[in-house]
């Protein structure tokens, strides 16, 4: 069974820079698709950012794009994403995610999540 778990989250101005962090164990992580994905409070949870087993092929949602950056090594069994200029529309919870897949991830094919981490933006 894997497990997830997510970290770097916290409070930040508009403008501001967060790098999110999620360690994988407990299945092959260098075999499957990660992802990133958030919920605001009142909001269903949406996707953020994908990536392929091999680091070779990127997602981002429209609301993110050329802000926020996925990035996986797999020697470290991890995954980050890196969030620039953030607004205070980013403020959610944070998921990480494996999907069941080795080249993409979306809700329907995730497998295992994290507990989430909380990026608040204050303006």
């Known amino acids: 069974q894997v497990r997830l778990v997510e970290s770097g989250g916290g409070l930040v101005q508009a403008g501001g820079s967060l790098r999110l962090s999620c360690a994988a164990s407990?299945?092959?992580?260098?075999?499957?698709?990660m992802g990133w994905f958030r919920q605001a409070p009142g909001k269903e949870r949406e996707f953020v950012a994908g990536?392929?087993?091999?680091?070779?092929?990127?997602a981002y949602a429209d609301s993110v794009k050329g802000r926020f950056t996925i990035s996986r090594d797999n020697a470290k069994n991890t995954v980050y994403l890196q969030m620039n200029s953030l607004k205070p529309e980013d403020t959610a919870l944070y998921y990480c995610a494996m999907s069941g897949s080795a080249y993409y991830i979306n809700p329907t094919n995730v497998d295992s999540w994290g507990q989430g981490t909380q990026v608040t933006v204050s303006s």
């Open positions: 990536i392929s087993w091999s680091g070779s092929t990127t």
């Open positions: 407990g299945r092959s992580f260098t075999a499957y698709a």
